[in-house]
């Protein structure tokens, strides 16, 4: 079996924060056209954090007064919003909800109004990395997700709130830093959350089929543990679309498979500090299988087995 490569550090990616007295000057640094009025009195300020990945860019909007929005998002990609803080009264003329999924189209002009204290993630993919992910994972874009307007509702699904937490995490260095894996599950989340609200796009496989599939993806996944593993090339790998895949996990585990490859190299982080000898240093142990990022593992490896790695390792046989 072709063995994926470990992920490099250069393979992760900074973000950009910047405070700006004039929401317009947006346009300068990134790839937006705005044309962004204040329509309440008070002192405006706005502030960006924004990341440049292989797959996606990625930006947090906040802005301290309320603003009609005018705009284009950028031109050869589709771009996708989540309110993260308030409500946004206006989007194509309908109100939306902290959580619902926002359609700028693919560069055509769009047009919202958002309040005071507003704060919103976008995501701007370029139109044929996201159909290819979607014909890997075997999820289709709805032509409502290519034109501006409310996508979907948060009613709908819960994968938005958790998919907005993880890309602001990764955004202000409180989580997992963004690389092609973390890209790959943002692409993988928005395609699922617009499929959730389409019954055509209902898992449809029999049980005998997806303990298969389910019993493919552990045997990759034991074998690319320490590598970097995408949601794509897991369903490439067990043969399978990703709503199968996740479904039968769910039954077996209660959990996704992105959960149980965490447990598995977490598991296996464990085994190897059990083993190490007074030389071997955590960060590598952690960085052979995956972790790059130490504060969150810390946290992660903690809330996993009840105790810091450091005591994993002086409690050694």
Same mark, same amino acid.
């Given at each position: ?15 950009? %924060? ?105 995501? %701007? ?13 075997? /999820? ?29 995490? %990764? ?21 699922? /959350? ?53 479904? %039968? ?19 296996? =982080? ?12 955590? =960060? ?34």
């Amino acid at each position: 079996m072709h063995r994926i490569k470990n992920s490099p550090h250069a393979d992760v990616r900074r973000a950009v %924060s910047v405070i700006l007295p004039e929401p317009n000057m947006v346009s300068s640094l990134t790839s937006y056209d705005l044309d962004f009025r204040q329509i309440r009195p008070g002192k405006m300020e706005t502030r960006i954090t924004f990341l440049r990945g292989a797959q996606l860019d990625l930006m947090d909007f906040q802005s301290s007064q309320a603003v009609h929005q005018v705009g284009a998002a950028p031109t050869g990609a589709l771009t996708f919003g989540i309110p993260v803080l308030r409500d946004v009264p206006r989007w194509k003329e309908r109100p939306a909800s902290c959580g619902d999924l926002l359609g700028f189209g693919g560069g055509e002009m769009f047009d919202g109004v958002t309040q005071a204290g507003f704060r919103g993630l976008t995501f %701007s993919f370029r139109e044929d990395v996201l159909e290819n992910v979607a014909a890997k994972i075997g /999820a289709a874009i709805p032509p409502r997700a290519r034109q501006f307007g409310v996508v979907t509702a948060a009613g709908a699904n819960s994968r938005l709130k958790a998919l907005a937490a993880t890309a602001l995490g %990764s955004l202000h260095g409180q989580g997992r830093p963004l690389c092609a894996e973390l890209e790959d599950e943002f692409t993988c989340a928005l395609l699922l /959350a617009m499929a959730d609200v389409d019954p055509r796009h209902a898992d449809k496989s029999a049980p005998s089929s997806r303990a298969r599939v389910r019993k493919r993806a552990i045997e990759a996944m034991d074998v690319h543990a320490p590598d970097e593993l995408r949601i794509s090339e897991v369903c490439a790998l067990a043969e399978t679309s990703w709503r199968t895949l996740d479904r %039968s996990f769910r039954e077996y585990f209660g959990f996704g498979p992105k959960a149980y490859l965490q447990c598995l190299r977490l598991s296996r =982080v464990r085994e190897a500090l059990v083993r190490a000898g007074p030389e071997t240093k955590i =960060v590598d142990v952690a960085n052979h299988w995956g972790f790059w990022h130490m504060g969150q593992f810390a946290r992660d490896y903690h809330k996993m087995f009840g105790e810091r790695p450091t005591e994993t390792k002086n409690s050694r046989i």
